[in-house]
Protein backbone atom coordinates (compact mmCIF):
# COMPACT_ATOMS: atom_id res chain seq x y z
CA UNK A 1 0.00 0.00 0.00
CA UNK A 2 1.24 3.46 -0.75
CA UNK A 3 2.18 5.63 2.05
CA UNK A 4 -0.32 7.75 3.19
CA UNK A 5 0.92 11.64 3.12
CA UNK A 6 0.07 14.52 5.08
CA UNK A 7 -0.01 18.50 4.91
CA UNK A 8 1.10 21.24 8.05
CA UNK A 9 -1.24 23.67 8.79
CA UNK A 10 0.03 26.27 10.71
CA UNK A 11 -2.46 29.00 12.27
CA UNK A 12 -0.63 32.19 13.94
CA UNK A 13 -3.56 33.96 15.39
CA UNK A 14 -4.19 36.56 17.89
CA UNK A 15 -2.92 35.21 20.89
CA UNK A 16 -1.86 31.44 19.35
CA UNK A 17 0.03 29.83 17.38
CA UNK A 18 -1.96 26.00 16.20
CA UNK A 19 -0.81 23.25 13.72
CA UNK A 20 -2.43 20.45 12.40
CA UNK A 21 -1.34 17.31 10.37
CA UNK A 22 -3.65 17.04 7.64
CA UNK A 23 -4.23 14.17 5.53
CA UNK A 24 -4.95 14.27 1.50
CA UNK A 25 -8.73 14.09 2.11
CA UNK A 26 -9.09 16.76 4.79
CA UNK A 27 -8.91 14.92 7.68
CA UNK A 28 -7.27 16.30 10.91
CA UNK A 29 -4.87 13.67 12.75
CA UNK A 30 -3.67 15.75 15.09
CA UNK A 31 -3.08 19.57 16.67
CA UNK A 32 -1.34 21.49 18.97
CA UNK A 33 -1.44 24.98 20.28
CA UNK A 34 1.06 27.56 22.28
CA UNK A 35 0.09 30.87 23.81
CA UNK A 36 1.77 34.02 22.08
CA UNK A 37 2.83 37.68 24.04
CA UNK A 38 0.67 40.42 23.32
CA UNK A 39 1.94 43.82 24.98
CA UNK A 40 0.05 47.13 25.05
CA UNK A 41 2.88 49.73 25.75
CA UNK A 42 0.60 51.87 25.55
CA UNK A 43 -3.62 52.55 25.11
CA UNK A 44 -4.09 51.19 21.09
CA UNK A 45 -0.85 49.90 20.84
CA UNK A 46 -0.40 46.44 20.31
CA UNK A 47 2.58 44.53 19.87
CA UNK A 48 4.49 41.24 19.61
CA UNK A 49 7.60 39.29 19.20
CA UNK A 50 8.42 37.72 15.74
CA UNK A 51 11.27 35.92 17.41
CA UNK A 52 8.38 34.14 20.24
CA UNK A 53 6.04 33.37 17.21
CA UNK A 54 8.51 31.26 14.98
CA UNK A 55 9.63 29.65 17.74
CA UNK A 56 5.88 28.55 19.02
CA UNK A 57 5.46 27.36 15.16
CA UNK A 58 8.44 25.16 15.63
CA UNK A 59 7.17 23.78 18.62
CA UNK A 60 3.67 23.06 17.15
CA UNK A 61 4.87 21.63 14.55
CA UNK A 62 7.60 19.19 15.99
CA UNK A 63 4.65 18.06 18.32
CA UNK A 64 1.84 17.40 15.59
CA UNK A 65 4.29 15.38 13.75
CA UNK A 66 6.12 13.70 15.93
CA UNK A 67 4.45 10.19 15.23
CA UNK A 68 4.76 9.88 11.62
CA UNK A 69 8.00 10.07 9.20
CA UNK A 70 9.24 13.46 8.32
CA UNK A 71 9.13 11.68 4.56
CA UNK A 72 5.14 11.98 4.87
CA UNK A 73 5.06 15.47 5.17
CA UNK A 74 4.59 16.46 1.78
CA UNK A 75 3.92 20.35 2.29
CA UNK A 76 3.63 22.81 4.61
CA UNK A 77 1.66 26.29 4.53
CA UNK A 78 1.16 29.31 7.10
CA UNK A 79 -1.63 31.62 7.87
CA UNK A 80 -1.34 34.69 10.38
CA UNK A 81 -2.85 38.14 11.28
CA UNK A 82 -2.48 40.78 9.03
CA UNK A 83 0.63 42.34 11.90
CA UNK A 84 3.53 44.03 10.38
CA UNK A 85 7.18 42.64 10.89
CA UNK A 86 10.00 45.03 10.74
CA UNK A 87 13.39 43.48 10.31
CA UNK A 88 16.89 45.23 9.84
CA UNK A 89 19.42 44.81 7.40
CA UNK A 90 20.68 41.80 8.91
CA UNK A 91 17.07 40.43 9.37
CA UNK A 92 17.26 40.88 13.20
CA UNK A 93 13.79 42.36 15.25
CA UNK A 94 13.50 46.64 15.51
CA UNK A 95 11.54 47.85 18.02
CA UNK A 96 8.04 49.58 17.25
CA UNK A 97 7.71 50.99 20.25
CA UNK A 98 8.56 54.25 22.39
CA UNK A 99 10.37 51.92 25.24
CA UNK A 100 12.90 50.70 22.40
CA UNK A 101 12.41 46.42 23.55
CA UNK A 102 14.13 45.13 20.16
CA UNK A 103 12.27 42.16 20.82
CA UNK A 104 8.57 43.67 20.46
CA UNK A 105 8.97 44.20 16.17
CA UNK A 106 5.14 43.41 15.47
CA UNK A 107 2.39 46.17 15.37
CA UNK A 108 -0.34 43.98 15.67
CA UNK A 109 -3.51 43.62 12.91
CA UNK A 110 -5.54 45.51 15.84
CA UNK A 111 -3.08 48.26 17.08
CA UNK A 112 -5.19 51.26 16.10
CA UNK A 113 -2.34 53.60 16.67
CA UNK A 114 -2.30 55.00 13.12
CA UNK A 115 -5.88 56.20 13.05
CA UNK A 116 -4.73 59.98 12.29
CA UNK A 117 -2.66 58.64 9.52
CA UNK A 118 -5.34 56.74 8.04
CA UNK A 119 -7.63 59.26 7.75
CA UNK A 120 -5.20 61.79 6.53
CA UNK A 121 -4.30 58.70 3.70
CA UNK A 122 -8.20 58.60 2.74
CA UNK A 123 -8.16 62.54 2.31
CA UNK A 124 -5.68 62.05 -0.19
CA UNK A 125 -8.57 60.29 -2.54
CA UNK A 126 -5.78 59.02 -4.03
CA UNK A 127 -7.02 56.23 -6.79
CA UNK A 128 -5.65 52.91 -4.85
CA UNK A 129 -7.97 53.41 -1.97
CA UNK A 130 -11.35 52.61 -4.45
CA UNK A 131 -9.81 48.97 -4.32
CA UNK A 132 -10.35 49.62 0.07
CA UNK A 133 -13.65 50.96 -0.01
CA UNK A 134 -12.85 54.32 -0.64
CA UNK A 135 -11.29 54.59 3.15
CA UNK A 136 -7.81 53.23 4.54
CA UNK A 137 -8.04 51.74 7.65
CA UNK A 138 -5.71 51.96 10.70
CA UNK A 139 -5.99 48.31 10.43
CA UNK A 140 -3.32 48.30 7.20
CA UNK A 141 -0.09 48.80 6.65
CA UNK A 142 -0.04 51.92 4.94
CA UNK A 143 -0.96 54.11 7.88
CA UNK A 144 1.03 51.86 10.09
CA UNK A 145 4.20 52.53 8.37
CA UNK A 146 3.64 56.08 8.11
CA UNK A 147 3.10 56.31 12.29
CA UNK A 148 6.51 54.52 13.00
CA UNK A 149 8.21 57.66 9.99
CA UNK A 150 6.48 60.14 11.95
CA UNK A 151 6.77 58.81 15.55
CA UNK A 152 9.92 56.61 15.56
CA UNK A 153 12.07 58.11 12.95
CA UNK A 154 15.47 57.41 14.30
CA UNK A 155 15.02 54.29 16.50
CA UNK A 156 12.74 52.26 13.76
CA UNK A 157 12.36 54.00 10.69
CA UNK A 158 16.39 54.40 9.71
CA UNK A 159 16.93 50.85 10.85
CA UNK A 160 14.56 48.84 8.89
CA UNK A 161 15.43 47.32 5.92
CA UNK A 162 12.60 44.92 5.59
CA UNK A 163 8.84 45.33 5.91
CA UNK A 164 6.77 41.80 5.97
CA UNK A 165 3.11 41.04 6.99
CA UNK A 166 2.98 38.14 9.49
CA UNK A 167 2.52 35.42 6.65
CA UNK A 168 4.97 36.41 5.00
CA UNK A 169 7.70 36.66 7.77
CA UNK A 170 6.99 33.26 7.91
CA UNK A 171 6.85 31.97 4.88
CA UNK A 172 10.15 33.94 4.82
CA UNK A 173 11.89 32.06 7.98
CA UNK A 174 10.71 28.83 6.06
CA UNK A 175 12.23 29.09 2.91
CA UNK A 176 14.43 32.39 2.93
CA UNK A 177 11.89 33.39 -0.24
CA UNK A 178 11.78 36.95 -0.07
CA UNK A 179 8.51 36.77 -2.30
CA UNK A 180 5.44 37.69 -0.91
CA UNK A 181 2.01 36.47 -1.24
CA UNK A 182 -0.61 38.21 -3.33
CA UNK A 183 -2.68 37.92 -0.39
CA UNK A 184 -1.11 40.17 1.96
CA UNK A 185 0.02 42.91 -0.43
CA UNK A 186 -3.71 43.32 -2.52
CA UNK A 187 -5.26 43.21 0.80
CA UNK A 188 -3.35 45.33 3.08
CA UNK A 189 -0.52 47.07 1.58
CA UNK A 190 -2.75 48.49 -2.02
CA UNK A 191 -0.62 46.31 -4.50
CA UNK A 192 -2.85 45.98 -7.35
CA UNK A 193 -2.00 43.24 -9.96
CA UNK A 194 -1.24 43.29 -13.09
CA UNK A 195 0.28 46.57 -12.75
CA UNK A 196 1.65 46.27 -8.95
CA UNK A 197 2.73 49.08 -6.45
CA UNK A 198 1.52 52.40 -7.74
CA UNK A 199 4.64 54.97 -6.96
CA UNK A 200 2.77 57.68 -6.58
CA UNK A 201 0.56 56.55 -3.65
CA UNK A 202 3.67 55.72 -1.66
CA UNK A 203 5.33 59.21 -2.45
CA UNK A 204 1.96 61.24 -1.63
CA UNK A 205 1.39 60.16 1.63
CA UNK A 206 5.44 60.43 2.21
CA UNK A 207 6.39 57.58 2.31
CA UNK A 208 8.50 57.94 -0.60
CA UNK A 209 11.70 56.23 0.61
CA UNK A 210 9.38 52.78 -0.01
CA UNK A 211 9.24 53.63 -4.26
CA UNK A 212 13.69 52.96 -3.78
CA UNK A 213 15.61 49.83 -5.17
CA UNK A 214 12.41 48.56 -7.12
CA UNK A 215 10.19 48.30 -3.69
CA UNK A 216 12.45 45.94 -1.71
CA UNK A 217 11.32 46.96 1.56
CA UNK A 218 7.83 46.07 1.09
CA UNK A 219 8.86 43.26 -1.48
CA UNK A 220 9.43 43.39 -5.27
CA UNK A 221 8.12 40.06 -5.87
CA UNK A 222 4.80 38.17 -5.69
CA UNK A 223 2.73 35.36 -6.07
CA UNK A 224 -0.59 34.01 -6.01
CA UNK A 225 -1.45 31.73 -2.52
CA UNK A 226 -0.48 28.07 -2.45
CA UNK A 227 2.21 28.77 -4.70
CA UNK A 228 5.73 26.97 -4.13
CA UNK A 229 7.94 29.00 -2.76
CA UNK A 230 12.20 28.87 -3.38
CA UNK A 231 13.31 25.09 -2.97
CA UNK A 232 11.12 24.69 0.04
CA UNK A 233 12.47 24.42 3.42
CA UNK A 234 16.01 25.68 3.94
CA UNK A 235 18.38 23.60 5.95
CA UNK A 236 18.01 25.58 9.01
CA UNK A 237 14.14 25.96 9.08
CA UNK A 238 13.53 22.12 8.61
CA UNK A 239 15.56 21.68 11.67
CA UNK A 240 14.18 24.03 13.35
CA UNK A 241 10.75 22.14 12.34
CA UNK A 242 11.32 18.68 12.70
CA UNK A 243 11.19 18.63 8.55
CA UNK A 244 12.71 17.59 6.04
CA UNK A 245 14.59 20.05 3.92
CA UNK A 246 13.10 20.76 0.63
CA UNK A 247 9.50 19.84 2.17
CA UNK A 248 7.30 22.20 0.19
CA UNK A 249 6.11 25.31 1.38
CA UNK A 250 3.10 27.33 -0.59
CA UNK A 251 2.94 31.20 -0.20
CA UNK A 252 1.07 32.40 2.79
CA UNK A 253 -2.54 33.37 3.35
CA UNK A 254 -4.05 35.94 6.10
CA UNK A 255 -5.97 33.58 8.72
CA UNK A 256 -9.37 35.21 8.02
CA UNK A 257 -8.40 34.37 4.15
CA UNK A 258 -7.20 30.11 5.32
CA UNK A 259 -10.37 29.99 7.21
CA UNK A 260 -12.51 31.20 3.92
CA UNK A 261 -10.15 28.58 1.75
CA UNK A 262 -11.04 26.17 4.41
CA UNK A 263 -15.21 25.98 3.90
CA UNK A 264 -15.96 28.02 1.09
CA UNK A 265 -15.07 25.80 -1.66
CA UNK A 266 -16.91 22.23 -0.21
CA UNK A 267 -18.58 20.05 -2.12
CA UNK A 268 -22.52 20.89 -0.89
CA UNK A 269 -24.29 17.82 -3.37
CA UNK A 270 -26.89 16.17 -1.61
CA UNK A 271 -27.29 19.16 1.45
CA UNK A 272 -30.52 20.88 -0.45
CA UNK A 273 -28.56 24.48 -0.15
CA UNK A 274 -29.37 27.20 -2.50
CA UNK A 275 -25.65 27.28 -3.53
CA UNK A 276 -26.30 23.75 -5.05
CA UNK A 277 -25.37 23.99 -8.63
CA UNK A 278 -24.41 27.61 -8.24
CA UNK A 279 -21.12 29.13 -9.03
CA UNK A 280 -18.84 29.58 -5.77
CA UNK A 281 -19.64 33.18 -6.10
CA UNK A 282 -23.12 32.24 -3.96
CA UNK A 283 -21.14 31.68 -0.93
CA UNK A 284 -19.92 34.11 2.02
CA UNK A 285 -17.32 32.71 3.98
CA UNK A 286 -17.60 34.23 7.63
CA UNK A 287 -14.79 33.67 9.70
CA UNK A 288 -15.81 34.16 13.33
CA UNK A 289 -12.85 34.32 16.39
CA UNK A 290 -12.15 37.59 17.97
CA UNK A 291 -13.00 39.67 15.20
CA UNK A 292 -15.04 38.50 12.05
CA UNK A 293 -13.77 38.43 8.17
CA UNK A 294 -16.84 38.23 5.62
CA UNK A 295 -15.29 36.76 2.57
CA UNK A 296 -17.23 36.80 -1.13
CA UNK A 297 -15.96 36.52 -4.15
CA UNK A 298 -16.64 37.62 -7.87
CA UNK A 299 -15.40 36.58 -11.44
CA UNK A 300 -15.71 40.36 -12.52
CA UNK A 301 -14.03 43.44 -9.70
CA UNK A 302 -17.21 44.60 -7.60
CA UNK A 303 -16.51 47.81 -5.54
CA UNK A 304 -18.27 47.73 -2.38
CA UNK A 305 -18.41 50.94 -0.12
CA UNK A 306 -16.99 50.28 3.11
CA UNK A 307 -15.72 46.77 1.88
CA UNK A 308 -12.15 45.99 1.12
CA UNK A 309 -11.67 44.82 -1.87
CA UNK A 310 -11.87 43.72 -5.14
CA UNK A 311 -8.86 41.89 -4.41
CA UNK A 312 -7.76 40.29 -7.68
CA UNK A 313 -5.95 36.11 -6.39
CA UNK A 314 -5.92 37.00 -2.88
CA UNK A 315 -7.80 33.92 -1.81
CA UNK A 316 -8.85 31.81 -5.07
CA UNK A 317 -6.21 32.37 -7.92
CA UNK A 318 -7.93 34.45 -10.67
CA UNK A 319 -11.06 35.39 -8.91
CA UNK A 320 -11.95 38.87 -6.93
CA UNK A 321 -12.29 38.67 -3.44
CA UNK A 322 -14.48 41.21 -1.25
CA UNK A 323 -13.81 41.29 2.47
CA UNK A 324 -16.23 42.98 4.97
CA UNK A 325 -15.45 42.93 8.54
CA UNK A 326 -16.71 43.52 12.26
CA UNK A 327 -13.68 44.54 13.94
CA UNK A 328 -14.90 42.97 17.54
CA UNK A 329 -16.87 40.20 17.54
CA UNK A 330 -15.67 37.47 19.99
CA UNK A 331 -13.86 40.01 21.92
CA UNK A 332 -17.10 42.19 21.92
CA UNK A 333 -18.91 39.41 23.54
CA UNK A 334 -16.96 38.93 26.06
CA UNK A 335 -16.40 42.49 26.79
CA UNK A 336 -20.72 41.96 27.61
CA UNK A 337 -20.06 39.01 29.31
CA UNK A 338 -17.47 39.58 31.90
CA UNK A 339 -18.24 43.22 32.24
CA UNK A 340 -21.23 42.65 33.66
CA UNK A 341 -22.15 42.77 38.08
CA UNK A 342 -23.44 39.15 37.48
CA UNK A 343 -20.09 37.39 35.89
CA UNK A 344 -19.09 36.11 39.51
CA UNK A 345 -22.40 34.50 39.78
CA UNK A 346 -22.36 33.37 36.37
CA UNK A 347 -18.92 31.74 36.55
CA UNK A 348 -19.92 30.22 40.13
CA UNK A 349 -23.30 28.48 38.11
CA UNK A 350 -21.03 27.35 35.52
CA UNK A 351 -18.56 25.38 37.69
CA UNK A 352 -21.26 23.69 39.93
CA UNK A 353 -22.18 22.20 36.66
CA UNK A 354 -19.25 21.63 34.79
CA UNK A 355 -18.00 18.12 36.62
CA UNK A 356 -21.33 16.85 35.21
CA UNK A 357 -21.79 18.73 31.25
CA UNK A 358 -18.05 20.04 30.55
CA UNK A 359 -19.86 23.53 29.84
CA UNK A 360 -18.04 26.46 29.32
CA UNK A 361 -19.65 30.06 30.47
CA UNK A 362 -21.11 30.69 26.80
CA UNK A 363 -22.97 26.90 26.66
CA UNK A 364 -24.41 27.93 29.98
CA UNK A 365 -25.52 31.30 29.00
CA UNK A 366 -27.38 29.85 26.02
CA UNK A 367 -29.30 26.97 27.87
CA UNK A 368 -30.56 29.72 30.65
CA UNK A 369 -31.82 31.71 27.83
CA UNK A 370 -33.75 28.44 26.62
CA UNK A 371 -35.08 28.31 29.85
CA UNK A 372 -36.22 31.88 30.09
CA UNK A 373 -38.30 31.43 27.03
CA UNK A 374 -39.24 28.19 28.72
CA UNK A 375 -40.43 26.73 26.06
CA UNK A 376 -42.60 29.03 24.65
CA UNK A 377 -41.71 31.79 22.08
CA UNK A 378 -38.41 31.52 20.39
CA UNK A 379 -35.25 32.93 22.52
CA UNK A 380 -35.11 35.60 19.86
CA UNK A 381 -38.11 36.91 21.13
CA UNK A 382 -36.08 37.95 24.07
CA UNK A 383 -34.26 40.52 22.38
CA UNK A 384 -37.19 42.99 21.77
CA UNK A 385 -36.65 45.45 24.11
CA UNK A 386 -32.90 45.51 24.69
CA UNK A 387 -30.97 46.83 21.62
CA UNK A 388 -27.29 47.12 21.04
CA UNK A 389 -24.98 49.10 18.51
CA UNK A 390 -21.77 46.66 18.69
CA UNK A 391 -19.16 48.88 17.41
CA UNK A 392 -17.17 49.33 20.32
CA UNK A 393 -14.14 49.03 18.67
CA UNK A 394 -15.49 51.10 15.37
CA UNK A 395 -17.29 50.35 12.48
CA UNK A 396 -14.96 48.22 9.56
CA UNK A 397 -17.46 47.98 6.90
CA UNK A 398 -20.03 48.56 5.66
CA UNK A 399 -19.37 52.45 7.33
CA UNK A 400 -15.80 52.23 7.30
CA UNK A 401 -15.77 54.99 10.39
CA UNK A 402 -13.31 54.22 12.90
CA UNK A 403 -15.22 56.83 15.24
CA UNK A 404 -18.11 54.84 15.53
CA UNK A 405 -18.75 53.68 19.65
CA UNK A 406 -21.17 50.85 20.65
CA UNK A 407 -24.73 51.61 22.24
CA UNK A 408 -26.80 49.79 24.36
CA UNK A 409 -30.64 50.77 24.67
CA UNK A 410 -33.33 49.34 26.97
CA UNK A 411 -31.35 49.20 30.56
CA UNK A 412 -32.88 49.10 33.86
CA UNK A 413 -31.38 49.03 37.36
CA UNK A 414 -31.79 45.31 37.33
CA UNK A 415 -28.15 43.45 37.18
CA UNK A 416 -29.26 39.94 37.88
CA UNK A 417 -27.94 36.70 35.73
CA UNK A 418 -31.00 37.45 33.46
CA UNK A 419 -30.21 40.54 33.21
CA UNK A 420 -26.72 39.37 32.12
CA UNK A 421 -28.23 36.18 29.77
CA UNK A 422 -30.49 38.81 27.85
CA UNK A 423 -27.74 41.54 27.40
CA UNK A 424 -25.46 38.59 25.41
CA UNK A 425 -28.26 37.92 23.66
CA UNK A 426 -28.34 41.11 21.94
CA UNK A 427 -25.19 41.25 21.45
CA UNK A 428 -24.91 38.30 19.44
CA UNK A 429 -27.60 39.73 18.00
CA UNK A 430 -26.73 42.68 17.32
CA UNK A 431 -23.84 40.88 15.24
CA UNK A 432 -26.00 39.02 12.95
CA UNK A 433 -27.83 42.27 11.76
CA UNK A 434 -23.95 43.38 11.11
CA UNK A 435 -23.65 41.01 8.83
CA UNK A 436 -27.15 41.69 7.28
CA UNK A 437 -25.66 45.06 6.97
CA UNK A 438 -22.78 44.16 5.25
CA UNK A 439 -24.76 41.70 3.04
CA UNK A 440 -27.01 44.27 2.03
CA UNK A 441 -24.21 46.32 0.55
CA UNK A 442 -22.60 43.46 -1.24
CA UNK A 443 -26.12 42.39 -2.22
CA UNK A 444 -26.57 45.98 -3.59
CA UNK A 445 -23.18 46.34 -5.72
CA UNK A 446 -23.63 43.43 -7.37
CA UNK A 447 -23.21 40.20 -5.48
CA UNK A 448 -25.86 36.98 -5.05
CA UNK A 449 -24.90 35.39 -1.89
CA UNK A 450 -26.98 32.50 -1.02
CA UNK A 451 -25.74 30.70 1.77
CA UNK A 452 -23.26 31.10 4.88
CA UNK A 453 -19.92 29.16 5.52
CA UNK A 454 -19.06 29.76 9.05
CA UNK A 455 -16.05 28.65 10.82
CA UNK A 456 -14.08 29.79 13.97
CA UNK A 457 -14.31 29.60 17.13
CA UNK A 458 -17.75 31.46 17.33
CA UNK A 459 -19.15 29.30 14.98
CA UNK A 460 -18.96 26.72 17.42
CA UNK A 461 -21.53 28.74 19.85
CA UNK A 462 -25.19 27.38 18.80
CA UNK A 463 -26.93 30.22 19.59
CA UNK A 464 -24.25 32.35 17.19
CA UNK A 465 -24.93 30.37 14.20
CA UNK A 466 -28.29 30.00 14.62
CA UNK A 467 -29.36 33.59 15.25
CA UNK A 468 -27.15 34.40 12.37
CA UNK A 469 -29.72 32.13 9.84
CA UNK A 470 -32.56 33.47 11.19
CA UNK A 471 -31.39 37.31 11.10
CA UNK A 472 -29.78 37.15 7.62
CA UNK A 473 -32.79 34.76 5.97
CA UNK A 474 -29.86 32.36 4.54
CA UNK A 475 -29.18 29.20 5.50
CA UNK A 476 -25.65 28.52 7.60
CA UNK A 477 -22.87 25.61 6.64
CA UNK A 478 -20.58 24.35 9.20
CA UNK A 479 -17.69 22.59 8.30
CA UNK A 480 -16.67 19.09 8.93
CA UNK A 481 -13.85 19.59 10.40
CA UNK A 482 -13.95 22.62 13.04
CA UNK A 483 -10.38 23.56 12.18
CA UNK A 484 -11.34 25.28 9.07
CA UNK A 485 -8.34 27.59 9.20
CA UNK A 486 -5.71 25.11 9.73
CA UNK A 487 -7.33 23.16 7.27
CA UNK A 488 -6.73 26.34 4.38
CA UNK A 489 -3.40 26.44 5.63
CA UNK A 490 -2.65 22.57 4.80
CA UNK A 491 -4.35 23.52 1.37
CA UNK A 492 -1.27 26.18 0.50
CA UNK A 493 0.95 23.30 1.66
CA UNK A 494 -0.98 20.54 -0.66
CA UNK A 495 -1.02 22.96 -3.25
CA UNK A 496 2.81 23.81 -3.16
CA UNK A 497 3.77 19.87 -3.04
CA UNK A 498 1.82 19.72 -6.63
CA UNK A 499 -0.11 16.67 -5.36
CA UNK A 500 -3.31 18.63 -6.39
CA UNK A 501 -3.25 20.97 -9.33
CA UNK A 502 -4.83 23.02 -8.23
CA UNK A 503 -6.31 25.42 -4.98
CA UNK A 504 -9.99 25.10 -5.99
CA UNK A 505 -9.05 21.14 -6.20
CA UNK A 506 -7.89 21.13 -3.03
CA UNK A 507 -10.28 23.25 -1.96
CA UNK A 508 -12.89 20.70 -2.95
CA UNK A 509 -10.90 17.87 -1.79
CA UNK A 510 -9.85 19.03 1.84
CA UNK A 511 -13.16 20.79 2.77
CA UNK A 512 -16.47 18.97 3.42
CA UNK A 513 -19.42 20.62 4.94
CA UNK A 514 -20.40 18.87 8.73
CA UNK A 515 -23.95 20.64 9.54
CA UNK A 516 -26.39 22.91 7.80
CA UNK A 517 -28.28 25.21 10.08
CA UNK A 518 -31.51 26.50 8.58
CA UNK A 519 -33.12 29.58 9.26
CA UNK A 520 -36.42 30.13 11.15
CA UNK A 521 -38.58 31.68 9.20
CA UNK A 522 -41.28 32.26 11.79
CA UNK A 523 -38.91 35.20 13.34
CA UNK A 524 -38.74 36.79 9.78
CA UNK A 525 -41.09 40.06 10.45
CA UNK A 526 -39.13 40.09 14.25
CA UNK A 527 -35.52 40.48 12.52
CA UNK A 528 -36.85 43.04 9.70
CA UNK A 529 -38.30 45.08 12.81
CA UNK A 530 -35.28 44.68 14.64
CA UNK A 531 -32.75 45.57 11.67
CA UNK A 532 -34.58 48.87 11.55
CA UNK A 533 -34.11 49.74 14.79
CA UNK A 534 -30.55 48.65 14.21
CA UNK A 535 -30.16 51.14 11.63
CA UNK A 536 -31.77 54.16 13.61
CA UNK A 537 -29.13 53.38 16.22
CA UNK A 538 -26.47 54.51 13.87
CA UNK A 539 -28.54 57.58 12.41
CA UNK A 540 -29.17 58.48 16.26
CA UNK A 541 -25.49 58.43 16.82
CA UNK A 542 -24.45 60.26 14.00
CA UNK A 543 -26.80 62.80 15.05
CA UNK A 544 -26.03 63.30 18.74
CA UNK A 545 -22.13 63.65 17.30
CA UNK A 546 -23.78 65.97 15.26
CA UNK A 547 -25.76 68.49 17.92
CA UNK A 548 -22.40 68.20 20.33
CA UNK A 549 -20.40 69.22 17.71
CA UNK A 550 -22.24 72.54 17.47
CA UNK A 551 -20.79 75.35 18.53
Known amino acids: MAETVYYVGVDVGTASVRAALVTRTGLVQSTAQEPISIWEPQSDHYVQSSTEIWDKCCTVVKRVTQNVERSQVRGIGFDATCSLVVLDQSFQPVPVSQDGDRRRNVVMWMDHRAEEQAARITNTGHRVLSRVGGVMSPEMQPPKLLWLKENLKERCWNEAAHFFDLPDFLSWKATGSLTRSLCTLVCKWTYCPPEGWDASFWTSIGLEDLVENNFSKIGSVTCPPGSPLGDGLTQEAAADLGLDPGTAVGASLIDAHAGGLGVIGADVKGFHLPCEDQPITSRMAMICGTSTCHMAISEQPLFVPGVWGPCLSAMVPNMWLNEGGQSATGRLIEHMVKGHAAYTQLQEQTRQRLPFTGENIYNYLNSHLSSLANAGPAVDLLGSSLHVWPDFHGNRSPLADPTLKGMVIGLSLSQTLDDLALLYLATVQSLALGTLHILEAMKEAGHDIRTLFLCGGLSKNGLFVQIHAN ?49 DRELKSFYERKYKVFLRLFAHQREYQALMNQR
Open 471 to 519: ATGLPVVLPDQMEAVLIGAAVLGACASQDYSSIEEAMEKMAKVGKVVQP
